[in-house]
């Protein structure tokens, strides 16, 4: 089977959020009042959300379920606060994954004092329901891969330096989001913002045209 490459620009992703309290959302997925029923998921992924909170602003206590949310702060600080207990601040190069199972409730919040930015991912779990749980990995290697058994995923973090090459997951699905910086996918340039939806590839290989950060989703059929 031939591969497929679907590039998705920055530009096209829906707004939302609240910018009067300092909210700004980009979605990459039908979210919300941004129904789009041709782009409900790839692979497990839902959701891949860019969130630019101000100082003081956040989102308050709210419910989530059946859905796995792994979140990648790019600057600042993220509050994290949920309702089995958990409080912790989230950095940059930290990994965090509340699975929300059978129901949660979380607030996320930038107490502090400078802009914070950060991706969300919502995946589907391959069986819904269960108990709650949450972790977050301090510092995560480029050389080890986050797994999310739960819906048959592993997350790589690819920081690259200008010139260099990767090659990504060979896999039935692996879904390319560009944190930072620029790199070529085959002959296409990725921006900030830019995706590539990649089915049956065999593992294309990526060059980063500047320094780069990228997050890849690496799933099966």
């Known amino acids: 089977m031939e591969g497929?490459?679907?590039?998705?620009?920055?530009?096209?992703?829906?707004?939302?959020?609240?910018?009067?309290a300092g909210i700004h959302s980009l979605h990459a997925f039908s979210f919300g009042p941004h129904y789009d029923p041709d782009n409900l998921r790839f692979g497990?992924?839902?959701a891949c959300n860019e969130e630019r909170l101000a100082p003081g602003a956040g989102f308050d206590e709210h419910p989530h379920s059946h859905t796995e949310i792994v979140t990648w702060v790019v600057t600042g600080e993220l509050t994290h606060r949920d309702s089995t207990g958990h409080e912790t601040v989230v950095r940059p190069g930290d990994v965090q994954r509340l699975s929300s199972a059978g129901g949660v409730r979380h607030v996320e919040r930038n107490d502090g004092t400078e802009p914070l930015t950060?991706?969300?991912?919502?995946?589907?779990?391959?069986?819904?329901?269960?108990d709650p749980a949450y972790e977050v990995v301090h510092g995560i290697a480029d050389s080890t891969p986050y797994?999310?058994?739960?819906?048959?995923?592993?997350l790589h973090v690819r920081r690259l330096a200008a010139g260099e090459r990767t090659e990504?997951?060979?896999?039935?699905?692996?879904?390319?989001?560009?944190?930072?910086?620029?790199?070529?996918?085959?002959?296409?340039?990725?921006?900030?913002?830019?995706?590539?939806?990649?089915?049956?590839?065999?593992?294309p290989e990526v060059l980063a045209s500047t320094a780069a950060e990228l997050l890849v989703w690496e799933m099966g059929g």
């Open 44 to 46: 497990a992924v839902l």
């Open 4 to 20: 497929v490459i679907d590039v998705r620009r920055s530009g096209d992703r829906y707004p939302g959020g609240e910018p009067e």
């Open 147 to 154: 797994d999310v058994p739960e819906a048959g995923a592993l």
């Open 118 to 130: 950060f991706i969300q991912m919502w995946l589907a779990p391959r069986d819904p329901g269960g």
């Open 168 to 203: 990504l997951p060979s896999a039935p699905h692996v879904y390319l989001h560009v944190v930072q910086g620029a790199v070529c996918l085959q002959g296409t340039e990725l921006e900030p913002g830019d995706a590539a939806r990649i089915t049956e590839s065999g593992g």
